[in-house]
């Protein structure tokens, strides 16, 4: 995001604690070293600055986490957030675009999945971000604080100029695992569940580029600096691909065979999650330019090889 709004040479500062971020990734920018409940540090912040838009970034997403140490997701996810919306309000700062997450709706009763889905998350931290899209409605109608709701579903990918990527610590997110199993740093990918009631028996989800989420963020400032009204907008493709068909990817971005291992399906994993994008496309004019899976696989790719084995991709 950072890399993307330089480029369009906008004004921005990054707050973050760096508790899973890491300095190098915005090395060049304008870094304040933070906390989201640091209410003194946040007033001096925007007390010192014309800002006209905060964009959060800054929740926990580990879903397996959020399980056995919710506490710490209330505090981060809402406890936090809300801070941070307080302080904005007594600030008259007006336009906030908020990292929703698929999770909020649980289980699909249908798919694809559009805005108006039940809201039946099955996780703290799918209950996290349902709250405080609902403690935005609240603030809204109490104090004129427009929001806008991205509502991703897989972000995958990397910058495609190498520049930045999926770097979690641990990882759980399926491309990168994948990756990992291609270059040696895994020995294998484990399939969960190879019975599902899909073409080749595996889950499907809906991957969308991080590069394609970047834009619809600056969409979205847009849309609520030209005056639009508070909104919930789902982040994808409109097109799933299985964990088969991402291994596939996987072998022809990178040349190498991957070793496979099959295991049981995890409780909680629904066999398709695929976005319903039309009200994004319709509203905030969003495109996405990168849906191609192997597109996806080869810029992921290129950061697994700059970053993890000093290679030039």
């Known amino acids: 995001m950072s890399l993307l709004l330089a ?40 007390s010192s600055r014309n800002i006209s838009a905060v964009m959060h970034f800054a929740a926990f997403i580990e879903v397996g986490e959020s399980v056995v140490n919710p506490a710490k997701y209330y505090q981060n996810n809402v406890h936090a957030t809300q801070s941070l919306l307080d302080c904005m309000v007594a600030h008259e700062i007006k336009n906030f675009i908020f990292s929703s997450t698929a999770a909020i709706f649980g289980t699909p009763e249908y798919t694809p999945i559009d805005e108006m889905h039940p809201k039946q998350p099955i996780n703290p931290y799918g209950r996290t971000k349902w709250m405080v899209e609902q403690i935005l409605d609240d603030y809204d109608h109490a104090y004129g604080l427009k929001s806008v709701c991205l509502r991703y579903f897989n972000a995958a990918g990397a910058d495609p100029g190498g520049r930045t990527g999926e770097c979690h610590d641990p990882e759980t997110h399926l491309i990168p695992l994948v990756l990992q199993a291609a270059s040696g740093r895994q020995e294998h990918i484990s399939i969960f569940g190879d019975d599902y009631e899909t073409a080749d028996g595996t889950c499907i989800r809906d991957y969308v580029h991080v590069e394609d989420l970047s834009q619809a963020h600056l969409l979205a400032i847009k849309y609520l600096e030209e005056g639009g009204q508070s909104g919930r907008f789902n982040l ?10 991402v291994i596939d990817a996987a072998e022809r971005a990178t040349g190498r065979k991957i070793e496979i291992v099959h295991g049981d399906r995890r409780e909680g994993d629904p066999p398709v999650l695929v976005a319903d994008s039309t009200q994004a496309r319709e509203v905030l004019g969003w495109e996405p330019k990168f849906g191609a899976l192997d597109m996806i696989l080869d810029h992921a790719w290129g950061w697994e090889q700059r970053h993890f084995l000093g290679k030039e991709a």
């Open 236 to 245: 994808g493709n409109g097109r799933g691909f299985s964990v088969r068909e």
């Open 7 to 46: 480029q369009q040479e906008i004004e921005f500062v990054i707050l973050d604690d760096l508790s899973s971020g890491r300095r190098e990734s915005v090395e060049g920018f304008e870094l304040v070293e933070g906390r989201l409940d640091d209410v003194a540090l946040l007033s001096a912040l925007f």
